[in-house]
């Protein structure tokens, strides 16, 4: 999805909302395991940001 933000601060702040949305939404399917990421990039599609979500069950 792509949406335009006037600077970085404000995509910073748009990612982080995201990445929240999207694992509160995720009603319990997001396991052990798993990985999620999202990328932040500007213009000229250079990435800015880079959030990672990473699961594991601890031994």
Same mark, same amino acid.
């Given at each position: 999805?792509?949406?335009?933000? *006037? @600077?970085? /601060?404000? #995509? ?11 694992? !509160? ?6 396991? *052990? @395991?798993? /990985?999620? #990421? ?11 940001? !880079?959030i990672q979500i990473t699961a594991w069950?601890?031994?």
């Amino acid at each position: 999805m792509a949406e335009e933000l *006037p @600077d970085n /601060e404000a #995509a910073w702040r748009r990612a982080t909302v995201s990445a929240g949305a999207a694992l !509160f939404k995720d009603d319990g399917i997001f396991r *052990p @395991d798993q /990985e999620w #990421a999202l990328e932040v990039t500007d213009e000229a599609r250079k990435p800015i940001y !880079f959030i990672q979500i990473t699961a594991w069950q601890a031994e």
